[in-house]
């Protein structure tokens, strides 16, 4: 089965600094990723998707990620952290060898103190 | 449009009774889905229905039944209820499947004690 791994439990940025959050891929043949974002006692919201073409996929609330194939990750960035940007992160891949099953990650909780 | 809603936001139940969880979209999709998410496992699949009249098993499928009578509606229940189904469940929908965006709702907070 495909899925996705997000190595970090907690991520803790000071505001105004840049923020990275990882996810590295494990999928047979090409893969289609996404991140979501999760607001206290609320439902995830999408942030952006590779399916194809660049590299350098541009989302919502200024994020974007990085596909990078060779390394098989997909790693969510942002040039000036919020604290408003604080939430759960989930990256999520589609399993194309189970009825294209969305696999989510475990989550990673950004913090951003001011 | 109010997208996705989810009733109930909560509920308390004892081991062995049923309920039913009520999954609403106005957007129009045709893919619907239940999640459950628990602490440090992201979300998991239980079931999906690809259109009105259809559902399919998900990854966690066990003790748990859908319908999908309506375009509109999924309903997830559970017929006797396991304190292994405390979590949160969360109902999302897309236009299709493949490489679309799901929409998801608040979620329902379930206890069985």
């Known amino acids: 089965a495909q899925s996705v791994a997000q190595p970090e439990d907690q991520v803790n940025v000071a505001e105004g600094n840049p923020l990275t959050v990882k996810c590295t891929y494990s999928?047979?043949?090409?893969?289609?990723l996404f991140w979501y974002v999760q607001y206290p006692n609320r439902g995830l919201q999408f942030l952006l998707k590779?399916?194809?073409?660049?590299?350098l996929v541009k989302g919502s609330y200024g994020f974007e990620a990085e596909f990078n194939k060779s390394q098989t990750s997909f790693h969510l960035k942002k040039p000036s952290a919020l604290v408003s940007d604080s939430a759960l992160y989930f990256c999520?891949?589609?399993?194309?060898?189970?009825?294209?099953?969305?696999?989510f990650g475990a989550g990673t909780r950004l913090t951003v103190k001011p | 449009n109010a997208g996705v809603t989810q009733t109930p936001k909560f509920r308390v139940l004892k081991t062995g009774q049923s309920m039913t969880l009520l999954c609403a979209q106005d957007?129009?999709?045709?893919?619907m889905y239940w999640y459950r998410q628990d602490p440090g496992m992201g979300l998991r699949l239980i079931h999906y229905?690809?259109?009105?009249?259809?559902?399919a098993k998900g990854e966690v499928p066990d003790g748990y039944n859908v319908s999908r009578l309506k375009k509109q509606n999924f309903l997830l229940g559970l017929e006797s209820a396991a304190p292994s189904q405390t979590s949160v469940y969360f109902c999302?929908?897309?236009?299709?499947?493949?490489?679309?965006?799901?929409?998801f709702g608040p979620g329902t907070r379930l206890t069985v004690l």
């Open positions: 590779y399916i194809t073409g660049d590299n």
């Open positions: 957007m129009n999709h045709e893919y």
């Open positions: 999928v047979s043949g090409n893969p289609y």
């Open positions: 999302a929908s897309s236009v299709r499947q493949r490489t679309d965006t799901q929409y």
């Open positions: 999520a891949v589609r399993d194309l060898y189970n009825n294209n099953d969305m696999r």
């Open positions: 229905s690809v259109g009105e009249g259809t559902t």
